[in-house]
């Protein structure tokens, strides 16, 4: 079946450090890719997304590039902040939320 | 403000009794979703309904039961028969069309002793 692979954590930074986190998929096909954030003590939120093969989401200063060739969609940011400390989870769906797959979280910890 | 809230936050049982937890939302989303969230796991899916007096199963329904009387409403029931109850629990909703977000609520963490 379908499956995210992320990145274990924890991903320790410093302000203004930049950001990678790796998120890999396995599917058969293309299917529609996000990345959500976990504030602590909170739900989720969508960060960003892209639905086809090159397709750049952006936002927060957060991008991810869906790339078909690697299978990825790898997380960065230029320079983070003490703000950005959170859950990371990346995810794929081909038809809706009702089939949408998590990775297991990424949790980033941006010291001063 | 539009949202999804879930209530308690914090809930605590005794083995072997059924509790649910509470969903509602304002934001006249058709679809809504529960979700189980287990350190170092993900979220995986327990159960959704995409209207009202209808519901599926997720990829984890065993021991959980759901009702979607209301558009608003999607109360998860944790029964006696799941054997590993405790976890963080989210609701989420959706409206209709390809573009429509998840919205998520800020989750109920349950504790069973």
């Known amino acids: 079946g379908d499956s995210v692979t992320q990145m274990e954590g924890p991903v320790t930074l410093s302000e203004e450090a930049f950001l990678t986190i790796n998120c890999t998929y396995t599917?058969?096909?293309?299917?529609?890719l996000f990345w959500y954030v976990q504030y602590p003590g909170e739900g989720l939120q969508l960060l960003l997304k892209?639905?086809?093969?090159?397709d750049k989401g952006s936002n927060k200063g957060f991008e991810a590039t869906y790339r078909k060739e690697t299978t990825s969609f790898h997380l960065e940011k230029g320079s983070v902040q003490v703000s950005d400390s959170a859950v990371y989870f990346c995810a794929l769906t081909f038809s809706g939320y009702s089939t949408l797959t998590f990775g297991k979280g990424t949790m980033l910890l941006v010291s001063p | 403000d539009g949202g999804i809230t879930q209530s308690p936050k914090y809930l605590f049982r005794k083995e072997g009794q059924n509790v649910t937890l509470s969903c509602e939302q304002n934001l006249n989303h058709d679809a809504m979703y529960w979700y189980r969230q287990d350190p170092g796991q993900g979220l995986r899916l327990i159960y959704y309904?995409?209207?009202?007096?209808?519901?599926q199963k997720g990829d984890i329904a065993e021991g959980y039961s759901v009702s979607r009387e209301k558009k608003e409403s999607f109360p998860l029931t944790v029964t006696s028969a799941q054997k590993n109850p405790t976890a963080f629990y989210l609701c989420?909703?959706?409206?209709?069309?390809?573009?429509?977000?998840?919205?998520f609520g800020n989750g109920t963490r349950l504790t069973v002793t």
């Open positions: 599917a058969t096909g293309y299917p529609s």
């Open positions: 892209a639905t086809k093969a090159d």
């Open positions: 989420a909703s959706s409206g209709t069309g390809g573009n429509s977000p998840l919205h």
């Open positions: 309904s995409q209207i009202v007096n209808d519901f």
